[in-house]
């Protein structure tokens, strides 16, 4: 058994005292689910955890605003309560269809929005969704706040650009009315397994015409990745099964990663196939 202490402090200021400065191996923790696994793994051998739970009321919540034109949801809001909350249905779909296969419900019950995007492991079904909404994320540390599009968050393998010291505190949400979107998980073993590849979509229509356009690709690269290439031959355009067509194709010069759950290669046919699927469901 390995000795560790578990903190809960009750404000912001504690908190950043007990992370202490940049050579300490403590670290905030959210649902501690990843922290565990790590651990276990012994790849990682903290000498202190610190719970955000009680530090700031900002961190808890899920706020949309008086205008309807954006949500504001705190870190630590788990799986769950995203999974369940009747205005993020409403007008987020696409996070609750993909709260459906994430995971299980015993993770879902803890884990947290906050922990999720920190860990920043590329496997993960919500950041890609998060980055196709445009979001961004508030951060506080001991110099202040800060706003960061999701964006330029991701760093690459389990890394952001979080600065040291620096806690995500909130993910702002802009809601899009009139767009249609989707995340297809594409897993090679059970539903509920990690993605091969994870395609997060979103579409604006006029009539025939597609006007915007947002394409992720997650689970395949070091991080979530917008398809720009794709994206652009398709947006101004009418979605022809051509077009479509040439979209997927415009995937090739991706530097896709091999893992357990598939070859480079049949990522790469994984991705050109679905992605052409969901444009043409999606576009009709
Ligand atoms: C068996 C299992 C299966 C899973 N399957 C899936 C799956 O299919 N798809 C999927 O997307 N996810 C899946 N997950 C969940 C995912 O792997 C992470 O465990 C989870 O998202 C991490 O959330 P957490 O709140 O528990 O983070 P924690 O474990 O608490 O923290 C993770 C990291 O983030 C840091 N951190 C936590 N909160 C903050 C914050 N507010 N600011 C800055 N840093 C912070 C921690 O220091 C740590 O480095 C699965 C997890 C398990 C255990």
Same mark, same amino acid.
């Given at each position: 058994m390995i000795g560790l202490d578990i903190h809960e402090p009750q404000s912001l200021e504690e908190a950043f005292a007990l992370l202490g400065d940049d050579e300490s191996t403590a670290r905030p923790m959210g649902g501690?689910? =990843?922290?565990?696994?790590?651990?276990? =793994?012994r790849l990682f051998k903290p000498s202190a955890l610190v719970s955000l739970a009680k530090a700031d009321p900002r961190f808890h919540g899920i706020h949309l605003s008086s205008d309807g034109k954006a949500? +504001? /949801?705190? *870190?630590? +809001?788990?799986f769950a309560a995203l999974e369940h909350h009747d205005a993020i *249905?409403?007008?987020?779909?696409?996070? !609750?269809?993909?709260?459906?296969?994430? &995971?299980n419900p015993r993770v879902r019950n803890v884990a947290t929005i906050g922990g999720n995007l920190a860990h920043a492991?590329?496997?993960?079904?919500? #950041? #890609?969704?998060?980055?196709?909404?445009? @979001? @961004?994320?508030?951060?506080?540390?001991?110099?202040?706040?800060?706003?960061? #599009?999701? =964006?330029?968050?991701f760093a690459g393998y389990y890394e952001t650009n979080l600065l040291p010291g620096e806690?995500?505190?909130?993910?702002?949400? #802009?809601v899009s009315p009139g767009w249609r979107r989707r995340y297809v998980k594409i897993t090679t073993r059970s539903a509920h397994d990690w993605p091969a590849v994870g395609i997060a979509l979103g579409l604006q229509m006029q009539a025939e015409l597609c006007t915007d356009v947002r394409i992720v690709l997650s689970a395949a690269t070091d991080r979530p990745l917008?398809?720009? %290439?794709?994206?652009? /031959?398709? $947006?101004?355009?009418?979605? !022809?099964?051509?077009?479509?067509a040439d &979209?997927?194709? %415009?995937?090739?010069?991706?530097? /896709?990663?091999?893992?357990? $759950?598939?070859?480079?290669?049949?990522?790469?046919?994984?991705?050109?196939?679905?992605?052409?699927r969901a444009l043409q469901d999606l576009s009709e």
């Open positions: 501690g689910t =990843a922290l565990m696994l790590m651990m276990k =793994a949500f +504001t /949801i705190g *870190a630590m +809001t788990t *249905a409403k007008h987020l779909p696409v996070i !609750t269809q993909t709260m459906v296969t994430l &995971a492991d590329p496997h993960l079904d919500l #950041p #890609p969704v998060w980055l196709s909404l445009d @979001s @961004s994320i508030r951060t506080i540390g001991p110099a202040g706040e800060r706003i960061v #599009p999701l =964006a330029d968050f806690l995500i505190m909130q993910v702002h949400v #802009p917008r398809l720009e %290439a794709a994206e652009s /031959i398709l $947006r101004g355009q009418k979605l !022809t099964p051509g077009r479509i &979209a997927a194709q %415009a995937t090739g010069d991706i530097h /896709i990663e091999s893992d357990s $759950r598939g070859s480079a290669d049949y990522k790469a046919h994984l991705l050109k196939v679905h992605l052409a």
